[in-house]
Structure formats: structure tokens, C-alpha cells
T-cell receptor, first 112, second 113 residues
Framework: GNSVTQMEGPVTLSEEAFLTINCTYT??????LFWYVQYPGEGLQLLLK?????DKGSNKGFEATYRKETTSFHLEKGSVQVSDSAVYFC???????????FGAGTILRVKS | NAGVTQTPKFRVLKTGQSMTLLCAQD?????MYWYRQDPGMGLRLIHY???????AKGEVPDGYNVSRLKKQNFLLGLESAAPSQTSVYFC????????????FGQGTRLTVV
């Protein structure tokens, strides 16, 4: 079945450091790929998405590129802030189905 | 600006008790989902619905039932709660379509003692 694998956390960075959170997927066809963010005590909210190979999603300084050849969708940010501390989830929506499948989530802690 | 609303927000149950979690969305979305979130395991799909009157099993459906009698509501039932069902439950809704965004509720924290 379809699945998403994320790097384990927590990831702890100093403010203004470079961030990478790895995400790889297994799916048939051409799924859509998403990054969601969850702040403490809240539900998930969409951070960015990409719907076809080589698309780059971007938002709030975060970006991720849909790499079909490596089945990856790594999240990057050039300079993190304390306010970026949250849990980040990689997800896919099946091309030929209705399910939205999530990875295990990666905790990011940014210290000042 | 309600979006997706879950009730209740917190609940403590005794083993064997039953309860229903309610999810309501005001965005006219076709698809609705129930997930549980457990430490280290991310979000796991319990059941989902692609339209009024239809439901389907997700990854971890055992011990849960659902109903979608109205398009805007998606109910999750626990007939006989077990400690293993202690979790945070999230409801989400979306439109159909390959790149459609899912909108999430605030979650329900359920403890079974």
C-alpha cells in the first residue's frame, strides 16, 4: 500500500540555521504531496503542496520539490525562527484513490 | 469561519463505556476523514467517507464505527472503549481532486481508564 516515511526527530536547531526534513514515499501512479504543520495544541494546517513531478511548493520561506525519480519531497528552509517550532508532517493523496496518507511527523525545536 | 469543528474537545471514559465523537464542517466538502494521533506513529486513518451515506475503512478501523447521514457531519463511535483507544482524534475534510487541501479540526483528546 501507499506509505510515507519521514526522518525521525526531534530536530533541534539554533535560530537562523538551515533546515532539512527528509520525506520519501511509496505510491502507485502520481500522487499529490503535501507538508502539514501542527503547532502545540492545534490541528494540522497545510504548509505547502506539489501535484506533479518537478513542481516546487513554497510558503513562509519553506519549500519542497516533488522528485519522482527519488520518490522524495524533502522540506527545506534557509533560516529557521523560534516560531517555526512545531511538528511537521509529510503526506500524500493517492492519484487513484481517496485516502490521505501521513508520515509519522517530525518534531522541530528551534532555540534562540 | 468555523471550518471543521469537533466535539467534545476532551473526554475521559471508563473501559467498556461507549461514546460518539462529532465532526461538523461548513465548507460543503465531499470527503471526510477520522484519524488518530499517537506519539511516534503520526496520524493513522481510522475511517473515511467520500460522500453522504458512504463510509470506508482506513488503516486502523477495529473498535470504531462511523456514520455519514448528512454531508456536513461525520460521526465516530466507540462501542466498548479500551485503554488502547486512548489517543488524540482528528477529523478532516476536503474536496475531491488530486491536489485538494485537507482542513483539520482542533482534535479530541480521549483517555480511557
Amino acid at each position: 500500500g501507499n506509505s510515507v516515511t519521514q526522518m525521525e526527530g526531534p530536530v533541534t536547531l539554533s535560530e537562523e540555521a538551515f533546515l532539512t526534513i527528509n520525506c520519501t514515499y511509496t505510491a502507485t501512479g502520481y500522487p499529490s504531496l503535501f507538508w502539514y504543520v501542527q503547532y502545540p495544541g492545534e490541528g494540522l494546517q497545510l504548509l505547502l503542496k506539489a501535484t506533479k513531478a518537478d513542481d516546487k511548493g513554497s510558503n513562509k520561506g519553506f519549500e519542497a520539490t516533488y522528485r519522482k525519480e527519488t520518490t522524495s519531497f524533502h522540506l527545506e528552509k534557509g533560516s529557521v525562527q523560534v516560531s517555526d517550532s512545531a511538528v511537521y508532517f509529510c503526506a500524500l493523496r493517492e492519484e487513484y484513490g481517496n485516502k490521505l496518507v501521513f508520515g509519522a511527523g517530525t518534531i522541530l525545536r528551534v532555540k534562540s | 469561519n468555523a471550518g471543521v469543528t469537533q466535539t467534545p474537545k476532551f473526554r475521559v471514559l471508563k473501559t467498556g463505556q461507549s461514546m460518539t465523537l462529532l465532526c461538523a464542517q461548513d465548507m460543503n466538502h465531499e470527503y471526510m476523514y477520522w484519524y488518530r494521533q499517537d506519539p511516534g506513529m503520526g496520524l493513522r486513518l481510522i475511517h473515511y467517507s467520500v460522500g453522504e451515506g458512504t463510509t470506508a475503512k482506513g488503516e486502523v478501523p477495529d473498535g470504531y464505527n462511523v456514520s455519514r447521514l448528512k454531508k456536513q457531519n461525520f460521526l465516530l463511535g466507540l462501542e466498548s472503549a479500551a485503554p488502547s483507544q486512548t489517543s488524540v482524534y482528528f477529523c478532516a475534510s476536503s474536496s475531491p481532486g488530486i491536489g485538494a487541501e485537507a482542513f483539520f479540526g482542533q482534535g479530541t483528546r480521549l483517555t480511557v481508564v
